[in-house]
């Protein structure tokens, strides 16, 4: 919806309070066209049911509201004696229609001084719950969410089973676009394993439903600070097409707030041109420098002494290991389709010597081996490592030497996935990120890179009628941009699904940035009996200089204080009664 269609959307919410409730509010001693003005008729239920005023605040703020009208059909009803479990059920179930049948055709007094206790234990209970469902949605949506760390794109920064508060209100909360949403979950349903949201995400018809009609624009709360360059930050995946992973099906076209949530380090704001060189990214020319906890890996070549020992593997680590190495002999390479073989084979160049070529790949047909002559290499491999790591470990365990390996043959699984534009995970050729407000030369070459801008994040139709760009049905030789754009990487930069593939992502897209890590678990995913607690990094935040500190001893003080100071507060109550 945009505003228009909000305004009239709140205006016919008001016409239907107003037909259903203008007898109760008289009977209430107010006056019938109190229940009809906007706000102001809340102001006044709120003291028909005996409520407190800020519990407007609640009725308008998406998701939190949908807690709240059940509550406020339920109370508005028992301030006129319909206290039966039936009636709470029939408000419940009919979405508050059930108020018109009493509005209209039952005799009610109005309960001036009704006792808005709970009147059971169960009453107390379910109260209490109602309420702390409240405070807690209002959090995770506007304030703070947990998030854990499933994937190793940020390994050495933040590790898998890092369990993180994310900030929302650094960049400024999002405002939940799904209105109609279960409270305190993402996108499923735990359990049911189904939406938990109301949306048509049918790649066909998701434009024009009528239930995503009832979408809200976007808009941001006022944060204190921007994204800047190397901040760490969570943002709903902008390829996120998928209903459920590891399932075949259909793509589908979710809300963006229910896209699937990232975490990547944002390495090139609005404005900035930004190139990828032997896998470092260098903004505006110039190398990024990257903050002292950040960790980036790189592929590098391992040579040993012999062949790989235990001891070297454990040194390195076997999770590190990513590729093969062979060698051809050069006199193998002087054939007629030799090369046309090594391009078929997806071979990379590694380095060259007076007898061989090495390259990181494998041949497994045996034919193509033959041909080439080619062997697997015991002695050298492909490992995942930071620079510090390669530095540190040559010359130990039989390591004879370490160096630093990029993919150079471009291909078109890079973005914008088109051959006029290929590249590679370690390099790639200049790039403009979008800021709001620019304009941008617009013509066929330049058209993959800006496509999905145009027609996906911003809106619009269109079309290219031979050598004419159409947007809208006008002619356009030039585009300027609606919203601010970002370029999100992982540190570990062969284990990372990124920009480097999807591209870029839009304002509307940011989440937070994660601030604290609460828990972290070694093994998540090998089952609960391989679970080991990484103690160092319990309590300890995610941003900052040097190495990270956990503060859980601290908190464990605080909390043994706060014990021994509320024991001794009650003993001296009791003692005083």
Same mark, same amino acid.
């Given at each position: 919806?945009?505003?228009?269609? %909000?305004?009239?959307?709140?205006?016919?919410?008001?016409?239907?309070?107003?037909?259903?409730?203008?007898?109760?509010?008289?009977?209430?001693?107010?006056?019938?066209?109190?229940?009809?003005?906007?706000?102001?008729?809340?102001?006044?239920?709120?003291?028909?049911?005996?409520?407190?005023?800020?519990?407007?605040?609640?009725?308008?703020?998406?998701?939190?509201?949908?807690?709240?009208?059940?509550?406020?059909?339920?109370?508005?009803?028992?301030?006129?004696?319909?206290?039966?479990?039936?009636?709470? %059920?029939?408000? /419940?179930?009919?979405?508050?229609?059930?108020?018109?049948?009493?509005?209209?055709?039952?005799?009610?007094?109005?309960?001036? &001084?009704?006792? @808005?206790?709970?009147?059971?234990?169960?009453?107390?209970?379910?109260?209490?719950?109602?309420?702390?469902?409240?405070?807690?949605?209002?959090?995770?949506?506007?304030?703070?969410?947990?998030?854990?760390? *499933?994937?190793?794109?940020?390994?050495?920064?933040?590790?898998?089973?890092?369990?993180?508060?994310?900030?929302?209100?650094?960049?400024?909360?999002?405002? *939940?676009?799904?209105?109609?949403?279960?409270?305190?979950?993402?996108?499923?349903?735990?359990?049911?394993?189904?939406?938990?949201?109301?949306?048509?995400?049918?790649?066909?018809?998701?434009?024009?439903?009528?239930?995503?009609?009832?979408?809200?624009?976007?808009?941001?709360? *006022?944060?204190?600070?921007?994204?800047?360059?190397?901040? /760490?930050?969570?943002?709903?995946?902008?390829?996120? $097409?998928?209903?459920?992973?590891?399932?075949?099906?259909?793509?589908?076209?979710?809300?963006?707030?229910?896209?699937?949530?990232?975490?990547?380090?944002?390495?090139?704001?609005?404005?900035?041109?930004?190139?990828?060189?032997?896998?470092?990214?260098?903004?505006?020319?110039?190398?990024?420098?990257?903050?002292?906890?950040?960790?980036?890996?790189?592929?590098? $070549?391992?040579?040993?002494?012999?062949?790989?020992?235990?001891?070297?593997?454990?040194?390195?680590?076997?999770? &590190?290991?990513?590729?093969?190495?062979?060698?051809?002999?050069?006199?193998?390479?002087?054939?007629?389709?030799?090369?046309?073989?090594?391009?078929?084979?997806?071979?990379?160049? @590694?380095?060259?010597?007076? $007898?061989? $070529?090495?390259?990181?790949? &494998?041949?497994?047909?045996?034919?193509?081996?033959?041909?080439?002559?080619?062997?697997?290499?015991?002695?050298?491999?492909?490992?995942?490592?930071?620079?510090?790591?390669?530095?540190?470990?040559?010359?130990?365990?039989?390591?004879?030497?370490?160096?630093?390996?990029?993919?150079?043959?471009?291909?078109?699984? @890079?973005?914008?996935?088109?051959?006029?534009?290929?590249?590679?995970?370690?390099?790639?050729?200049?790039?403009?990120?979008?800021?709001?407000?620019?304009?941008?030369?617009?013509?066929?070459?330049?058209?993959?890179?800006?496509?999905?801008?145009?027609?996906?994040?911003?809106?619009?139709?269109?079309?290219? &009628?031979?050598?004419? /760009?159409? @947007?809208?049905?006008?002619?356009?030789?030039?585009?300027?941009?609606?919203?601010?754009?970002?370029?999100?990487?992982?540190?570990?930069?062969?284990?990372?699904?990124?920009?480097?593939? %999807?591209?870029?992502?839009?304002?509307?897209?940011?989440?937070?940035? *994660?601030?604290?890590?609460?828990?972290?678990?070694?093994?998540?995913?090998?089952?609960?009996?391989?679970?080991?607690?990484?103690?160092?990094?319990?309590?300890?935040?995610?941003?900052?200089?040097?190495?990270?500190?956990?503060?859980?001893?601290?908190?464990?003080?605080?909390?043994?204080?706060?014990?021994?100071?509320?024991?001794?507060?009650?003993?001296?109550?009791?003692?005083?009664?």
């Amino acid at each position: 919806m945009n505003g228009t269609q %909000w305004i009239i959307f709140i205006l016919s919410i008001q016409v239907i309070h107003f037909l259903g409730t203008w007898k109760l509010y008289l009977k209430a001693g107010r006056k019938a066209w109190e229940a009809a003005i906007p706000v102001y008729n809340a102001i006044v239920l709120m003291q028909i049911i005996n409520r407190p005023k800020w519990w407007v605040i609640l009725l308008f703020i998406p998701i939190i509201n949908l807690l709240m009208f059940p509550v406020v059909w339920v109370e508005t009803l028992r301030s006129f004696g319909k206290n039966s479990l039936l009636d709470t %059920w029939l408000a /419940i179930l009919t979405l508050g229609l059930y108020i018109y049948y009493v509005n209209y055709f039952e005799d009610v007094k109005y309960i001036e &001084n009704r006792d @808005i206790h709970p009147k059971s234990a169960l009453g107390e209970w379910v109260s209490s719950i109602v309420f702390a469902i409240v405070a807690a949605t209002l959090v995770h949506t506007y304030l703070i969410q947990p998030f854990v760390i *499933p994937t190793s794109s940020l390994e050495k920064t933040l590790l898998v089973g890092d369990f993180l508060f994310v900030s929302k209100f650094h960049y400024g909360a999002r405002i *939940p676009m799904t209105t109609v949403a279960a409270p305190m979950v993402h996108d499923t349903l735990p359990v049911l394993k189904t939406r938990s949201y109301v949306a048509d995400v049918d790649p066909a018809t998701y434009r024009t439903s009528i239930w995503n009609k009832l979408q809200l624009p976007y808009l941001r709360l *006022p944060g204190f600070k921007k994204v800047k360059r190397n901040d /760490i930050v969570v943002f709903s995946w902008p390829a996120d $097409t998928v209903y459920q992973f590891f399932k075949k099906q259909k793509g589908v076209r979710k809300p963006i707030d229910k896209k699937s949530n990232y975490v990547k380090r944002c390495v090139g704001v609005p404005g900035d041109s930004l190139t990828i060189k032997d896998g470092y990214v260098y903004i505006n020319g110039e190398k990024t420098v990257l903050p002292y906890r950040a960790k980036p890996e790189f592929l590098h $070549t391992v040579t040993v002494e012999g062949q790989f020992s235990n001891a070297a593997i454990e040194l390195l680590g076997r999770e &590190n290991l990513s590729g093969n190495v062979i060698r051809v002999p050069n006199s193998s390479l002087q054939q007629e389709r030799a090369s046309e073989v090594i391009t078929a084979m997806n071979l990379e160049l @590694i380095k060259s010597d007076s $007898t061989y $070529t090495y390259y990181a790949g &494998n041949i497994g047909n045996q034919k193509v081996k033959e041909y080439l002559k080619s062997e697997d290499m015991k002695n050298m491999a492909l490992f995942n490592l930071t620079e510090a790591e390669a530095k540190n470990y040559t010359g130990k365990d039989g390591i004879t030497s370490i160096d630093k390996f990029s993919y150079k043959i471009p291909d078109t699984s @890079i973005f914008p996935q088109d051959a006029a534009h290929s590249g590679t995970v370690d390099n790639m050729a200049s790039i403009y990120i979008p800021e709001k407000g620019k304009t941008v030369p617009l013509n066929l070459e330049v058209l993959p890179i800006y496509e999905k801008i145009i027609k996906e994040y911003e809106g619009n139709d269109l079309k290219v &009628n031979g050598n004419q /760009i159409l @947007i809208n049905g006008e002619v356009s030789n030039s585009y300027t941009f609606n919203q601010n754009y970002y370029w999100m990487m992982g540190d570990n930069r062969h284990r990372s699904e990124d920009s480097r593939f %999807w591209g870029y992502v839009p304002e509307d897209h940011i989440v937070g940035t *994660p601030i604290f890590i609460w828990m972290s678990i070694d093994g998540i995913n090998d089952g609960m009996s391989n679970w080991k607690v990484r103690w160092d990094r319990v309590f300890t935040t995610v941003n900052g200089d040097g190495e990270p500190t956990s503060y859980f001893k601290y908190f464990l003080i605080l909390l043994a204080a706060w014990f021994i100071f509320d024991f001794f507060r009650k003993k001296k109550t009791a003692a005083n009664k």
